[in-house]
């Protein structure tokens, strides 16, 4: 039997029973009943795919970087014209626990040291301070606060947070990096003397040549007069 008793599309098959009657309805996704006469529900979310790895970032990045995993689902359309609403993406940050128990105790001793880098970075660069190690090895308070974008949506998650990247480095030194000594002027007023130079020489080297050519050309006139 091809469809028989079966509504909705549903294959019917004959069972192997002293009854001829006897039969079951193979349904599309979505239907239910015997003879598939249960349509679906209304459109709804497949479940959600597994959480994908968390990425944390390197204790190098961890002043300007944070970390999410990102969660995707599919829509699974039962019958035409059905819709999912909703987004099919979803983002957790490392507030979460979900997230935080993916770290390492390794990485996450790490982390926190370079967090207290970042914190306490400030501070020491503007008093021109040694940093202590002892200052370093402070646990975090609470490892939620790793999370210093709580704020941003979804599409930030790695974006760089370019302000404040040498918070650790003293500014003054900092900016005297950028500063041209008292050498670099003048080696650049040596070479700009020497462009001149250059430039001269090729000037006279041209009226030169430009005199011998008119004083030659005037003689070969004499003597043709």
């Given at each position: 039997?091809?469809?028989g008793?079966?509504k909705a599309?549903?294959?019917?098959?004959?069972?192997?029973?002293?009854?001829p009657?006897?039969?079951?309805?193979?349904c599309?996704?979505?239907?239910?009943?015997?003879?598939c006469?249960?349509?679906?529900?209304?459109?709804?979310?497949?479940s959600?795919?597994e959480?994908?790895?968390?990425h944390?970032?390197?204790?190098?990045?961890?002043?300007?970087k944070?970390?999410?995993?990102?969660?995707?689902?599919?829509?699974?359309?039962?019958?035409p014209?059905?819709?999912?609403?909703?987004?099919s993406?979803r983002?957790?940050?490392?507030?979460?626990?979900?997230?935080?128990?993916?770290?390492?105790?390794?990485?996450?001793k790490?982390?926190?040291?370079?967090?207290?880098l970042?914190?306490?970075?400030?501070?020491?660069?503007?008093?021109?301070?040694?940093?202590?190690?002892?200052?370093?090895?402070?646990?975090?308070?609470?490892?939620g606060?790793?999370?210093?974008?709580?704020n941003?949506?979804?599409?930030?998650a790695?974006?760089?947070l370019?302000?404040?990247?040498?918070?650790?480095?003293?500014q003054?030194?900092?900016?005297a990096?950028?500063?041209?000594?008292?050498?670099?002027?003048?080696?650049?007023?040596g070479?700009?003397?020497?462009?001149?130079?250059?430039?001269?020489?090729?000037?006279?080297?041209?009226?030169?040549?430009r005199?011998?050519?008119?004083?030659?050309?005037?003689a070969?006139?004499?003597?043709?007069?």
């Open positions: 039997m091809k469809n008793p079966c599309g549903g294959r019917c098959e004959q069972l192997s029973t002293t009854d009657l006897d039969y079951m309805c193979h599309p996704p979505g239907y239910t009943g015997k003879n006469e249960n349509p679906p529900s209304e459109p709804y979310w497949a959600w795919s959480w994908s790895p968390c944390w970032p390197k204790p190098a990045e961890a002043c300007f944070r970390a999410y995993q990102e969660c995707t689902r599919q829509c699974i359309v039962h019958a014209g059905q819709i999912c609403l909703g987004p993406r983002i957790r940050y490392r507030d979460n626990e979900a997230v935080t128990q993916s770290l390492s105790t390794e990485h996450r790490n982390l926190e040291l370079a967090f207290a970042c914190e306490i970075g400030p501070t020491a660069a503007m008093a021109n301070q040694t940093l202590d190690e002892a200052l370093l090895r402070q646990p975090m308070d609470d490892i606060a790793l999370d210093d974008w709580a941003e949506g979804p599409e930030e790695t974006y760089i370019l302000p404040g990247v040498f918070r650790h480095l003293n003054t030194a900092l900016s990096v950028n500063l041209p000594t008292f050498m670099d002027l003048v080696y650049l007023t070479w700009i003397f020497a462009c001149i130079l250059g430039v001269s020489l090729i000037y006279i080297w041209f009226y030169l040549i005199m011998w050519i008119l004083k030659y050309f005037e070969y006139s004499s003597e043709l007069v």
